[in-house]
């Protein structure tokens, strides 16, 4: 058994050298930094928009419908806080007819609402590729109105101006492309219609909730590579 145990530790002593200078000889490699992902959200974007409206007021039929269109904007960063200007329009089909006699003859009013768009501020607060925000400014449609009896039907058209408020919220899903959802509750003034014909219609004020989403591309690369 002590020759056993003689050799073993001749043995190592042997081969602790060698790996000593084997070990000295290999070159020192540094582990790779990990590479972090910071998303500026300075910059001019595009893109599309759609979602529904409809009216706030109550009873029946309430005017509702969809719409479909663009989006431009610009937004500033600094820090965690990011304000911008952001401008939409809209092609939409937002609408609502309804049918009762007058003097006896059936007269059938229709409500629609063929484009619509705002001009807005935002400002709000960003969690890196997360952007949570409030919005308002400016709001408008172009709107028709139709009255049809024994076949006949007249209409005009007037745009409505107004305001409009609102809040969403926004993400990075690639380095240049966002996804949002927002709420925006548009009021517009009201105009008098078919004033040619001696006897103006009020619309009365037209108060609209509307939800959307949409898909931006934003110019010159908002991710930086932080090291």
């Known amino acids: 058994?002590?020759?056993?145990?003689?050799?073993?530790?001749?043995?190592?002593?042997?081969?602790?050298?060698?790996?000593?200078?084997?070990?000295?000889?290999?070159?020192?490699?540094?582990?790779?930094?990990?590479v972090a992902s910071v998303y500026n959200w300075t910059g001019f974007y595009l893109g599309i928009v759609g979602g529904g409206a409809w009216e706030s007021a109550s009873g029946d039929p309430k005017i509702q419908g969809g719409f479909v269109g663009g989006t431009a904007g610009y937004n500033w960063q600094t820090g965690n806080v990011v304000f911008g200007l952001e401008a939409d329009g809209a092609w939409a089909d937002v609408s609502a007819s309804a049918t009762a006699p007058v003097l006896g003859i059936p007269l059938t009013t229709s409500f629609k609402t063929d484009a619509m768009g705002t001009v807005r501020g935002r400002i709000g607060y960003a969690v890196n590729q997360i952007l949570f925000y409030g919005t308002g400014g400016y709001a408008w449609i172009d709107n028709k109105i139709s009255l049809s009896a024994l076949g006949v039907t007249v209409s005009d058209t007037k745009w409505h101006s107004g305001w409009t408020v609102g809040a969403g919220v926004e993400a990075f899903f690639a380095p240049q492309w966002s996804v949002k959802g927002e709420y925006l509750y548009r009021s517009l003034g009201s105009e008098d219609y078919f004033s040619n014909l001696g006897a103006p219609l009020a619309s009365g004020t037209l108060n609209f909730h509307t939800v959307q989403v949409g898909v931006n591309y934003h110019f010159g690369g908002p991710v930086v590579a932080k090291y």
């Open 1 to 34: 058994m002590k020759k056993v145990l003689l050799a073993s530790a001749c043995l190592f002593a042997l081969a602790a050298p060698a790996s000593a200078a084997d070990l000295a000889a290999r070159p020192y490699t540094k582990a790779p930094v990990a």
